[in-house]
């Protein structure tokens, strides 16, 4: 069964090449993995206006943001697929990276917020990431890969590649 035309677009502009081959058909609901592991972290950490819990997830994305591999990538890559038999996780790219980037942020500034004692606030940064990194967990739309290829569309070519 082919993917539907809408998951693959999602899936292109968070940078992923989407295959035709049954393989990597079969990896596309786990590329909802670590979003999805990072949703629930950040759901926690502002339900318990945990600036702690929050910086520690911030440090996990800041990983994503930097390497090619997100924290979570690695206990999907080295535990669950040798239970289900499906194949590695594809790298992330530049926007799926720029988008734990702008989670790194958003992290570290929701739990800066609970600590200056703007609960307000960090209710609702953290609320918003929350639904941002839901919509990334179920319909692999990833807001921050929007902003980044809306950014790269209006940077000039000339010195990068096609």
């Given at each position: ?42 759901a ?57 980037a ?50 790269d ?10």
């Open positions: 069964m082919a993917l539907a035309e809408r998951v693959v677009r999602r899936l292109e502009m968070q940078g992923f090449s989407c295959s035709p081959d049954p393989a990597f058909r079969a990896v596309v609901p786990w590329l909802r993995f670590s979003p999805g592991l990072t949703t629930v972290g950040a926690v950490g502002t339900a318990l206006a945990a600036p702690a819990v929050l910086g520690a997830l911030a440090l996990v994305t800041g990983t994503c943001a930097t390497t090619a591999r997100h924290p979570f990538d690695l206990l999907y890559d080295h535990g669950i697929r040798r239970v289900t038999g499906t194949p590695a996780l594809p790298r992330n790219e530049p926007p799926r990276r720029f988008a734990c702008l989670a790194t942020v958003w992290l570290v500034a929701t739990a800066v917020a609970f600590s200056a004692g703007l609960s307000t606030l960090g209710y609702a940064l953290g609320a918003l990431l929350v639904v941002l990194g839901g919509l990334v967990a179920t319909t692999h739309f990833c807001f921050g890969s929007l902003v980044y290829r809306a950014i569309r209006r940077l000039p070519t000339s010195g990068r590649e096609s």
